[in-house]
């Protein structure tokens, strides 16, 4: 099946206690798909899965399989560094109707080769869903090489690869390209990609949308939109894409700890690019 071109990684929006606003996480995935999402990750990177409880992960997939709008595409993170919590959570969300499940190279403890084979393919064996590498360096601090993920893509249900290492994007046989970067977005999609795994979608979605249904425009899209890919990087990811959905009207409140809020400094870079990009 598609899994889509615009997927965003949704946030989690959190109440003034702390706690998963529902409310707002369903009203962020309707908007999303009304402005070009074709589908959500949840409870990925962006939605502060390091800090969400089990119990509050799965319920958010659980309720985003059962609200999706039109028909949208769920995804449900639920990588972990231990390979059995993996794979109950694999199994689980595919219980709860996630359309795919997107899985991170294990962290901290580094797997070697034969680790990291072993790894993906007992993830693959907990769900008949399409499986989503995720190979993020800059996090992890090992990289899925295009020669393993090669090796990787001949496993039955390992389908695509987010390949948040723009120096290593390229097509690989036997997995579906998806930019994990919204940098690489328009060189993936120029590479042929199925898509992007996004964040400025949450609040560039059109725009996004166009690079895909407008290869002609796609150039000058992507270099309108550069303003708006380095305000989301000026601190750690969601904390900047947290404050411009809050300034935007969107109430998802604040990032849970270790993460915190952006500063006066931070604002004012978000704030300019939104102005800069026409979204303020």
């Known amino acids: 099946m598609s899994l889509g071109s615009v997927i965003t990684a949704i946030v989690t929006p959190f109440d003034e206690r702390g706690g998963v606003d529902e409310t707002a996480f369903l009203a962020l995935f309707r908007h999303l798909v009304a402005h070009g999402s074709d589908g959500v990750v949840v409870c990925g990177t962006t939605g502060e899965a390091p800090t969400l409880s089990d119990e509050e992960h799965l319920r958010l997939v659980e309720l985003a399989c059962a609200e999706r709008p039109g028909g949208a595409t769920v ?29 991170v190279t294990p962290y901290y403890n580094k797997p070697n080769r034969r680790g990291l084979i072993r790894h993906f393919t007992e993830i693959s064996k907990a769900t008949d869903k399409p499986v989503v590498l995720y190979n993020v360096p800059s996090r992890i601090g090992l990289s899925l090489d295009n020669e393993l993920l090669a090796e990787l893509g001949q496993v039955e249900r390992l389908d695509y690869v987010k390949q948040a290492d723009n120096s290593s994007l390229a097509q690989i046989d036997g997995l579906g390209l998806y930019a994990g970067n919204d940098d690489a977005f328009a060189p993936a999609l120029d590479l042929g990609a199925c898509g992007g795994i996004l964040v400025a979608s949450h609040l560039a979605g059109p725009q996004m949308r166009r690079m895909v249904d407008e290869p002609e425009n796609r150039a000058e899209i992507d270099a309108q939109l550069k303003p708006l890919y380095s305000a989301l990087s000026v601190t750690t990811n969601p904390i900047p894409v947290k404050a411009a959905l809050n300034l ?9 700890l270790p993460l915190v809020e952006a500063d006066e400094t931070e604002l004012a870079v978000i704030r300019g690019a939104l102005a800069e990009v026409g979204l303020r």
Not at 75 to 103: F, K, P, Q, V, Y
């Open 248 to 256: 935007l009207g969107h109430g998802v409140g604040a990032p849970r």
């Open 75 to 103: 995804i449900a993170s639920t990588g972990s560094n231990n390979t059995a919590h993996a794979c109950e959570m694999t199994e689980r969300a595919t219980e709860l109707g996630a359309d795919g499940i997107l899985s």
